[in-house]
């Protein structure tokens, strides 16, 4: 992958949902409260308001309405909704926000209605996410869709994005409901072969059974997306049941190969085959991803593999990565983090390497000039002989900082094994920790106990955070994340 960094232009901080907070207009099922409704604009009457299901619909059925959070003399900031909303007239439903709108329940437009969506409407940090069970389906493709003031083209399938994108890779468009590609058959190439300089906004929905069988000896980009350009953005798809098989390739992903733009609340699931370097979401990473998770089973002989990306040179923040890793190279999140940065992630899933292999909970390798920190990792890891073994990282060549691994660390013959860190070399860790009980090793690293990194019993882990672990980061509950620290603003899925 190159090597040089690109800078991106970020609108809005990372905040995958709105806050649970007072100042938030909540579209669900509970009977009306502290809402105005009249001549077609629902305002909060106080900061925290909530607009019933019932009641907007039947304002639907009838016309136009826009949802806002600011009232006479009251300013909310979020507008969550919370209870599935459908209607079938020619009405279009704007949701007008301060800062945050969060889809939680489907919302699906059954006539020729449409949608309006606007976050940071005098406010900033705002984001527009879906949950796992939110959505927003619109039936007519012609039905208008704005999201904050850009009119997107909606798309129902693999093939008609595919065209669109080869007719205008600049464009904004938008997937329109979830769609079953099995139906086309295994795509030989990635579907979306030119490079995406525009945006793509899934809207929650899901792309499943996905096939590429790759047999071309020619090296290549393989995904469902081949390349992101420095502006492109891909935000909120899910793929599922996604099955790559590559028998060549230069970098492969399951969402996008080689990533020089943003990803945002992306997600994937399914099988990756390689002789090759691969990742969950992206084989190369030298933009941005945030807020996106994999669950991704990586076969991977040769080159770097990693649950969410293979090659990182980029940023990622508040992502993570489940599924088990087979490589020579390879980490649960990340196989080489090389001069980019890692933060607020995590990844859970079995990582298993060969003789000469290097491997790590999170990382494969951090390289010269590459940061992490308030990062952790769960699942065991191992290799065979002459290799590099760390429940965290397998080698640590720059700075990692505020991060913990527990799974289990096991190496063959003249093989390095730590239970943070496997080898390292002008390496510097600050406030890192390991846990002795389920690593199975009483050393941080492979060549012993070195500052920074500090062995604790399970016990203490679910005991309080560990020294240098920021409380506005980091919680602990003992219903969540088995009592261990995990991250505020990216919590593991209950």
């Given at each position: 992958?190159?090597?040089s960094?690109?800078?991106?232009a970020?609108?809005?901080p990372l905040?995958?949902?709105?806050p649970?907070?007072?100042?938030d207009v ?10 105005s ?5 629902c305002a909060?009457?106080a900061?925290?308001a ?9 304002l639907?059925?009838?016309g136009?309405v826009q949802?806002t959070?600011?009232g006479?003399?009251?300013?909310a900031?979020?507008?969550d909704?919370?209870?599935a909303?459908?209607?079938s ?8 926000a301060n ?9 699906s437009?059954a006539?020729?209605?449409?949608v309006v969506l ?10 527009l996410?879906?949950g ?5 389906t ?9 999201i904050?003031?850009?009119a997107?083209t909606l798309?129902?399938?693999v093939k008609t994005?595919a ?5 205008n890779?600049?464009?904004?468009y938008?997937l329109?409901?979830?769609?079953n ?14 490079t995406?300089?525009g ?6 929905n899901?792309?499943?059974n996905?096939g590429?069988?790759?047999t071309?000896r ?7 997306f081949?390349l992101t350009?420095?502006?492109a953005?891909i935000d ?11 028998h060549?390739?230069r970098?492969?992903g399951?969402?996008?190969a080689?990533n020089q733009g943003?990803?945002f609340n992306d997600?994937v699931?399914?099988?990756?085959e390689?002789p090759?370097?691969a990742?969950?979401v992206?084989g190369?990473?030298e933009g ?6 994999a ?9 770097l593999?990693?649950g969410?990306v293979g090659?990182?040179?980029?940023t990622?923040?508040q992502?993570s990565?489940?599924?088990?890793i087979?490589?020579?190279a390879?980490?649960g999140?990340v196989?080489?983090n090389d ?17 000469q292999?290097?491997v790590?909970g999170?990382?494969?390798?951090n390289d ?5 920190e308030n990062?952790y ?6 290799a065979g ?5 760390g429940g965290f990282?397998?080698e ?6 505020n991060?913990?691994?527990i799974?289990?660390?096991e190496?063959g013959t003249?093989?390095?094994?730590g ?5 390292w070399?002008?390496?510097?860790f600050?406030d890192c920790?390991w846990?002795v009980?389920?690593?199975g090793t009483?050393?941080g690293t492979?060549?012993g106990?070195?500052s920074g990194i500090t062995g ?6 679910q005991?309080?955070?560990p020294t ?11 219903k969540?994340n088995?009592g ?9 899925v209950?």
């Open positions: 992958m190159p090597r960094v690109r800078l991106l970020i609108a809005a905040a995958l949902a709105a649970a907070a007072s100042a909540v579209i669900s099922s509970g009977a009306t409260q502290n809402m409704c009249s001549a077609g604009v909060p009457t900061n925290k909530v607009l019933n299901i019932g009641d907007l619909e039947t639907l059925a009838s136009n949802v959070t600011t006479s003399g009251v300013q900031d979020n507008i909704v919370s209870a909303l459908s209607w007239s020619t009405s279009t439903l704007t949701l007008d800062e945050s709108i969060a889809v939680e329940k489907a919302v437009v006539g020729t209605g449409g606007t976050t940071n409407d005098g406010g900033s940090d705002g984001t996410s879906f796992s069970k939110g959505h927003v619109l039936q007519n493709l012609s039905s208008p869709l704005t904050n003031g850009t997107y798309e129902d399938s994005l065209n669109a994108v080869a007719a890779p600049s464009g904004s938008a329109a409901s979830s769609y590609a099995s139906q086309d058959g295994t795509y030989s190439n990635s579907p979306v072969g030119t995406l300089t945006t793509v906004q899934g809207l929650g899901t792309i499943s996905l590429i069988d790759y071309t020619r090296k290549a980009y393989i995904g469902l081949a350009g420095v502006s953005s909120s798809i899910r793929l599922t049941a996604l099955n790559i098989k590559a060549s390739g970098a492969i399951g969402l996008v080689l943003s990803l997600h699931a399914g099988i990756i390689s090759s370097g990742g969950g992206a190369g990473n941005l991803v945030a807020y996106s998770s669950n991704v089973r990586i076969k991977a002989l040769q080159g593999a990693g969410l090659d990182n040179v980029g990622i923040s992502s990565a489940e599924g088990s087979k490589c020579i390879c980490g999140l196989g080489d001069t980019g940065s890692i933060s607020e992630s995590f990844a859970t899933g079995k990582v298993t390497g060969g003789d292999a290097r790590g999170l990382v494969s390798l010269d000039n590459g940061e992490i990062s990792a769960l699942g065991a890891v191992s002989q002459n290799s590099e073994v990282i397998g640590n060549d720059s700075t990692v900082e991060s913990y691994s799974g289990s660390v190496g003249n093989s390095l094994v239970g943070f860190s496997g080898g070399a002008g390496a510097i600050s920790y846990d009980t389920t690593s009483d050393q492979g060549g106990n070195v604790l019993t399970t016990q203490q882990l005991s309080g955070l240098g672990f920021d409380p506005k980061i980091w919680a602990e509950n003992p969540i088995s261990l620290p995990y991250l505020i603003n990216n919590p593991p209950k």
